[in-house]
């Protein structure tokens, strides 16, 4: 029996998930309900596509992607873990950790009372993650999928001794134009963006807009984003939970191009808003003990 027969006998709900091969023939979970419909492959648990009814795609997926084992996913939602951007002391580590590139197990499958889809990954340490990080940790993304998207990040430490880690829910939105839209939910709060400056500055305007490449950390900040974006005529919500910083992201032209998993033209039509827990709001996870880190994701009409 195939892996993908396996997965469709034990954890398949008929007319609303089933597995497939999907790009790469990376295995993938696809869902179609009421509400929405979404794609996530089991290579990183990672959420390729959302898309509400009737409305177009939330979520961004460059054409250039890899979908590869061990190489990342660009675009969706990939899992950055145990540690944010590039490693602290061994640059030769993959960057934003290992979580995004192993393949995980699904957990469990379940039809909503409501109409909506949830799906289950875990993944556990093993031999190969404690050569990179020794610790013993277990992740499990929950993902429910309805007229909302809510994903979940459960970090739990089955060990004996606590653990540092930083990472995110490295969401990739699908927006109109870079030039149109605006987020808010971020003024007052302290960013360091060290493209431009190493010195940490406070965000002044209500909204952010974008004019050139953008890459902040926004600190000690629990706040709601809201993408406005008149070009799709909606509103784009990020509600988090169990998070302090906010990343937002677009490469713009010149990264772009040096991006070989990027195409050159794409950067108009993506932005990131990342729901993370990155330095100074690292955590850290007692013995025994779980952190839980939740993206809802929602659409909101335009006044």
Known sequence: MSKIDALNNEF???????????????????????????????????????????????????????????????GGIPVCWPWFSKHR???????????????????????????????????????????????????ELQAEV???????????????????????????????????IRILGLQHVEYLETIYSAEPSTQQDAAITFDKETDRVYRNTDADCLIEDPGLDRGVRNHKVGSLSTVVWNPWTEKA????????????TMVCVETANTEPNQLSITAGSEHVMEALISIEGQD
């Not at 039809?111 to 289950?120: K, L, S, V, Y």
């Not at 007229?147 to 939105?173: D, K, M, Q, W």
């Open 146 to 180: 309805g007229a909302a998207l809510r994903v979940r990040l459960s970090i739990r430490n089955p060990g004996n001794t606590p653990y540092e880690c930083t990472g995110a829910l490295h969401t990739y939105f699908n927006i109109s134009d870079i030039t149109q």
């Open 12 to 74: 398949a709900i008929p007319e609303q998930l089933t597995f497939k091969q999907g790009p790469g023939g990376l295995a993938t979970a696809t869902i179609a309900n009421a509400h929405a419909s979404a794609e996530i492959t089991l290579h990183g648990a990672h959420l390729l596509a959302y898309r509400p009814r009737g409305q177009e795609p939330v979520l961004w997926l460059s054409k250039k992607s890899y979908f590869e084992p061990n190489k990342p996913i660009r």
């Open 257 to 268: 191009k040096r991006m070989p998993d990027y195409a050159d033209d794409e950067f108009p």
């Open 89 to 139: 002391t061994n640059p030769d580590l993959p960057s934003h950790g290992f979580a995004r590139l192993l393949d995980w197990e699904v957990a469990g499958t379940k039809a909503m009372d409501e109409g909506g889809t949830q799906i289950r990954l875990r993944l556990q340490d093993s031999e190969a993650t404690r050569a990179m990080w020794p610790h013993a940790f277990e992740l």
